[in-house]
């Protein structure tokens, strides 16, 4: 009866439901290639699969930049861990000496 009172909500997108039903792009979806195989794509979805395309490209970029930061870091941390251990060893001969040296005195 009161129909026009019924405010119209907006559907809150959940990208979990994405993750949970591992819904995939749609670009590399074979089935959605499929459907424009007899029929040219309209103007918004070409240029919106392109700028995907250069998110998806970016993303393996980062990705890879990624791991090679990861394993430089643990090189990294591996040589100061190995300093460390040295610079140790050498502080500890020196005091023992030291120790030595005040204790023939």
Do not use: C, G
Request: charged share 45%.
């Amino acid at each position: 009866m009161f129909d026009f009172l019924k405010r119209k909500r907006k559907a809150k997108f959940d990208s979990k439901v994405l993750r949970k039903n591992d819904i995939s792009l749609l670009i590399l979806d074979e089935r959605w290639n499929k459907l424009f195989e007899t029929t040219q794509k309209s103007p918004q979805i070409a240029a919106a699969e392109e700028k995907l395309k250069d998110r998806i490209k970016e993303e393996a970029r980062l990705t890879a930049e990624a791991k090679e930061i990861a394993a430089s870091k643990k090189n990294h941390m591996d040589r100061i861990i190995k300093l460390h251990r040295q610079y140790s060893r050498k502080m500890t001969r020196m005091q023992s000496r030291k120790w030595n040296s005040a204790k023939r005195k």
